[in-house]
Every structure is written in structure tokens, then in C-alpha cells.
């Protein structure tokens, strides 16, 4: 059974931050790309961050360039975001996302709160 699992999120004043975590299980993660994405309320939900298999290739939205870090353990199929500098438009719920061809796996989603 696929299961992507997101955890770390929370409430966190402007300016602080937090390490989301993704934990895979039930597929070969080392031959999936992996994404973070976030939905705030009332808004689309938007890519934010996307990691290649090896953890060589990394992009990001320009609004968290410079904040945010992704990266992943393949030995651990686990993914990561470092946020820091967080701001009150980082509010969202954040999402893991894996691809492979035609594989698309969704987790449950994680809130980020930053209010002061």
C-alpha cells in the first residue's frame, strides 16, 4: 500500500521555522521525483519545491528561494523542507507529491501557521 506520511507542521511566529518531513512507504522512492506543494485557504494549490531522484536537482517557487530548502534520504524514503524566515503567506497546508511516468501519489497534507 503506497502511503505518503507529512509531519513537522504547526504554528510558528513570522520569521521562525520549520522542517516538514515526508515519509514513503510502498514504492521504489529512490525512482520517484519529489514534490512539496501548499494550498492556502481559498487559493490554488501551487508548487512550491520539487526534488530529482538522487537529490541532485532541486527547484524552487521564487517566492521561498533563499527560505526553503528541500532534500531527501533515500535511505530513510523520507523528504524534507527546511522553512525558515517564515512569513504570513507561508500559511498553507503542505503537501508531498511523488511521480513516475504515470504514477501520481498525493499525502494527507501537514498546516503551517505562521501568525504572530
Known amino acids: 500500500q503506497v502511503q505518503l506520511v507529512e509531519s513537522g507542521g504547526g504554528l510558528v511566529q513570522p520569521g521562525g521555522s520549520l522542517r516538514l518531513s515526508c515519509a514513503a512507504s510502498?514504492?521504489?522512492?529512490?525512482?520517484?521525483?519529489m514534490y512539496w506543494y501548499r494550498q492556502a485557504p481559498g487559493k490554488e494549490r501551487e508548487l512550491v519545491a520539487s526534488?530529482?531522484?538522487?537529490?541532485?536537482?532541486?527547484n524552487y517557487r521564487d517566492s521561498v528561494k533563499g527560505r526553503f530548502t528541500i532534500s531527501r534520504d533515500n535511505a530513510k524514503n523520507t523528504m524534507y523542507l527546511q522553512m525558515n524566515s517564515l512569513k504570513i503567506e507561508d500559511t498553507a497546508v503542505y503537501y508531498c507529491?511523488?511521480?513516475?511516468?504515470?504514477?501520481?501519489?498525493w499525502g494527507q497534507g501537514t498546516q503551517v501557521t505562521v501568525s504572530s
Open positions: 507529491n511523488a511521480r513516475n511516468l504515470g504514477n501520481v501519489y
Open positions: 510502498g514504492f521504489s522512492f529512490d525512482s520517484y521525483a
Open positions: 526534488i530529482g531522484r538522487t537529490g541532485t536537482n532541486t
